[in-house]
Structure formats: structure tokens, C-alpha cells
């Protein structure tokens, strides 16, 4: 198993930038495939970006494509979302999700989850 922690968000105003970060312990980092998932109060987590465990592949979510970027560090164990031009839509609280060897982009393909950080963009 892996265990994922998120850290990075905070309350920022509309426009500004921020970057997220998803630290992995207790398995080969490697081999898992790590994502960043969102939910707003009322809504379902829906997935943000991804960063699949080889090929160097990455997706985002068309709600934040041109904004957002995922990237991964192997050696450091640790995935980072960038965050630009923050809206309010922006607004939840940000999850870390791992798959061994996976390829989805969808919640129920990802087993193991951080406890999210809080990002607030205030308008």
C-alpha cells in the first residue's frame, strides 16, 4: 500500500496562482499512477489531472486544461499540481489519489487517497 499526503492549499484570491503537493510513502512510487481530484460542497469529486505511472503520459480535466499542469518527481516521491488563473469554480478541497498501474481517470479506478487540502479562491 501507499500512503499519499497533500499539502499546498490555502485561501488565495481570484487570479492568483498555487501549487499543490501529493507526497507518497510506503510503496514503490514508480509503479502507481497519481491523480488530483476535487470536491466542492454539494458536488461529487471529480477528477483534475493525472500523471500515469509510465510513459511520461499526463492528463487534465477540460475544466482546467490551459491552467492547471501535473508533474511528477519519482526520485522525490512527490506529484505537484500548478494552478493558475484561479476562479471561484476553483474552490474545494483537492485529493491525492494512487493506483498501482493504472490508467483511469475516474474515482472508482483509484485505491488509495490522501486526507485532500483546502484550496478557497475568494472573488
Known amino acids: 500500500q501507499v500512503q499519499l499526503v497533500e499539502s499546498g492549499g490555502r485561501l488565495v484570491q481570484a487570479g492568483d496562482s498555487l501549487s499543490l503537493s501529493c507526497v507518497a510513502s510506503?510503496?514503490?512510487?514508480?509503479?502507481?499512477?497519481i491523480a488530483w481530484f476535487r470536491q466542492a460542497p454539494g458536488k461529487e469529486r471529480d477528477f483534475v489531472a493525472a500523471a500515469f505511472w509510465t510513459g511520461g503520459l499526463t492528463r487534465v480535466a477540460d475544466s482546467v486544461e490551459g491552467r492547471f499542469t501535473i508533474s511528477r518527481d519519482n526520485a522525490k516521491n512527490t506529484v505537484s499540481l500548478q494552478m493558475n488563473s484561479l476562479n471561484s469554480e476553483d474552490s474545494a478541497v483537492y485529493y491525492c489519489?494512487?493506483?498501482?498501474?493504472?490508467?483511469?481517470?475516474?474515482?472508482?479506478?483509484?485505491?488509495?487517497w490522501g486526507q485532500g487540502t483546502q484550496v478557497t479562491v475568494s472573488s
Open positions: 489519489a494512487a493506483e498501482r498501474e493504472g490508467y483511469g481517470i475516474v474515482q472508482p479506478l483509484y485505491t488509495y
Open positions: 510506503g510503496d514503490t512510487f514508480s509503479r502507481y499512477s
